[in-house]
């Protein structure tokens, strides 16, 4: 454990650092430049945790993701040491964050990305100006090349995450929520390297100590995780999540000390958690998030955290590719049993399919899509298989009715995932 002294220097630093973040941003915002974003009640999340739940949504950010922040606060700071030229290394949001201020200040930004980083984040990052260089199959690796090119040009690196002005920056969170809220007794934050809960958690632990703050990480990478519970910074290798906003091998340095100092807890959420609240946000609360950026909705719907009181969401990012959106809907609709296949045979005659169909109308049944099976070795010549993918009706026991008025009619089919 960090002595008490060295913890007091670090989180007063950020702290002392916020409140003149706070003072930049605040111009920025009065500019255009920088959304304060709202504050939003969510009547559905707030029955689900028998809280009251508020989401910060920084997913309606400029740039689509919290990280503007950080990177404006750092680069005002570093513009004034005669800095031309900035790199960083990103999966996508950061990058997109450095590259809009870059513009803004006319500088040069040259962003290394891994090789898989989702498509909409490097053409947002390369719509900005920013030169947009592809390396490594992890941030970890996209980082290491980003260092050798700011040491080449003689360039300002802008760490993601482990800059004292990035967090700061980031920390302009923690007081826009005290300010919108009277009394907040627990945020919920996503972990990527930590950066963002590192600068919320000064703030909001500084000026309401008890508050409570709660990370959240993809259980695929647990690298703040296994860091705060073995008292030492924790590499992990694997980086294949749905979250790759947070998809971070190695925490930093800085946010280590501050995290372990100032969190109550940390939890971990599955891929499935993730994906069953994007469903949630996008259907309920109207609100486009990407996987990390739904991370601390999926600890409060899965249980993996225990609220009362006035809590806050921190929805950090929404730069989700619509194609991955599709895919993320349809597996929570699945996994919901909002969307399920009806599967049997049927005699391979004229009219019999449409007396299917006219079942599920007259119940109200939304068809999907539909498909015929005729030459499986295993059904008669002179039956099809048919699968029909359904919307199942809100009513409870909805399907149970359907199969028992198509067995009434002959037709024999059962439930399975489409």
Request: glycine share 10%.
């Amino acid at each position: 454990m960090p002595s008490g002294e060295l913890y007091i220097t670090r989180v007063t630093e950020i702290f002392e650092l916020s409140k003149d973040a706070l003072r930049l941003i605040r111009e920025a915002q009065a500019r255009g430049l920088i959304h304060r974003t709202p504050l939003y009640k969510s009547d559905t999340l707030s029955q689900v945790t028998n809280a009251n739940v508020y989401l910060k949504l920084e997913a309606l950010q400029k740039t689509g993701s919290f990280k503007v922040r950080g990177a404006y606060n750092a680069i005002t700071h570093y513009i004034n040491d005669g800095v031309s030229h900035v790199v960083t290394a990103s999966a996508g949001n950061h990058a997109q964050g450095v590259a809009y201020v870059a513009r803004i200040y006319g500088l040069r930004a040259t962003i290394v990305m891994p090789k898989y980083t989702p498509w909409i984040k490097i053409s947002s990052t390369r719509k900005y100006g920013a030169e947009v260089i592809l390396e490594g199959q992890s941030y970890y690796e996209a980082e290491k090349h980003a260092l050798e090119i700011a040491k080449e040009f003689n360039a300002k690196m802008i760490h993601a995450y482990d800059d004292p002005f990035v967090i700061a920056g980031q920390g302009t969170i923690g007081w826009e929520i005290l300010e919108d809220l009277n009394q907040v007794d627990y945020v919920i934050v996503p972990v990527g390297g930590g950066g963002l809960i590192s600068g919320i958690a000064s703030v909001i632990k500084s000026i309401s100590p008890g508050t409570k703050v709660i990370g959240v990480q993809s259980d695929a990478t647990p690298s703040a995780y296994l860091s705060l519970r073995q008292g030492r910074v924790v590499m992990v290798e694997n980086t294949d999540t749905i979250a790759d906003g947070i998809a971070v091998k190695r925490i930093g340095d800085v946010t280590f000390e501050i995290m372990r100092n100032t969190l109550d807890d940390v939890v971990l959420v599955s891929d499935q958690d993730i994906v069953n609240a994007i469903l949630m946000l996008a259907e309920s609360a109207k609100v486009i998030a990407e996987g990390a950026g739904a991370v601390a909705v999926a600890a409060l719907i899965s249980g993996k955290v225990n609220v009362n009181g006035n809590v806050v969401a921190v929805v950090s990012g929404g730069n989700i590719d619509v194609t991955m959106l599709a895919k993320v809907l349809y597996k929570g609709l699945v996994q919901m049993g909002r969307l399920i296949m009806l599967k049997g045979l049927v005699p391979d005659r004229p009219g019999m399919l449409a007396q299917v169909t006219g079942v599920l109308g007259k119940m109200g049944v939304n068809i999907v899509e539909i498909r015929h099976e005729r030459y499986n070795p295993m059904v008669k010549p002179n039956y099809t298989e048919v699968d029909i993918v359904v919307e199942t009706p809100p009513e409870e026991g909805a399907i149970d009715k359907v199969l028992g008025e198509l067995g009434k009619m002959g037709f024999n089919f059962k439930v399975e995932v489409p």
